[in-house]
């Protein structure tokens, strides 16, 4: 069970906008700023968002994250195969003193 | 570019002992906490342990409190994870990974960059 909770699995098709929720409380994403990370099966993870909305050098805007209160978003526009992935939201508990993840969502282009 | 190799794993068995590497490069590691995740076959991440850039703050996930020690010898670039006790609930693949900032352990977490990964197997 996450501290986190993300859907286990989303899908589009190509071209399309999907978005992944994040749910937490107050003593983590409440309070603290928010990560996102794609996994592609047999890679590791690689880091798309920070700082709640922020895009690392060479992540296409097609990325995008935001946050309010107690849940984050990430969002992928025009969605391409290449895109199919797992996703997971992160963040610091100040209860828990510790990183949290969520549990990670599928996201499928069909 | 900045670059993360991890290396230490094997096979062990339940109860012994064993010591993961991630040597650092192409970056000012001294100036950067570092982090272990893990993730077990065909499950999702599981955060470790975080150390700050000084070594002087450490921090870990409830399900290794206690039998796992995370360090670092910036003279070398290195970090290291010991794991102790092991179980066979530890097998997986271990991440280190850097940090955006010098602490880790605060409200602006972010792990950046990351190594590719060493499997540790706990099995009898």
Known sequence: QSVLTQPPSVSAAPGQKVTISCSGSSSNIG???VSWYQQIPGTAPKLLIYDNNKRPSGIPDRFSGSKSGTSATLGITGLQTGDEADYYCGTWDSSLSAVVFGGGTKLTVL | QVQLVESGGGVVQPGRSLRLSCAASAFTFRSYAMHWVRQAPGKGLEWVAVISYDGTNKYYGDSVKGRFTISRDNSKNTLYLQMNSLRAEDMAVY???????????????????????????VSS
Not at chain 2, 108 to 116: E, K, P, R
């Open chain 1, 31 to 33: 309070n603290s700023y």
């Open chain 2, 95 to 121: 991440y280190c990974a850097r940090d955006g900032g010098r602490y880790g352990g605060n409200s602006q977490v972010s792990m950046g960059y990351w190594g590719q990964g060493t499997l540790v197997t």
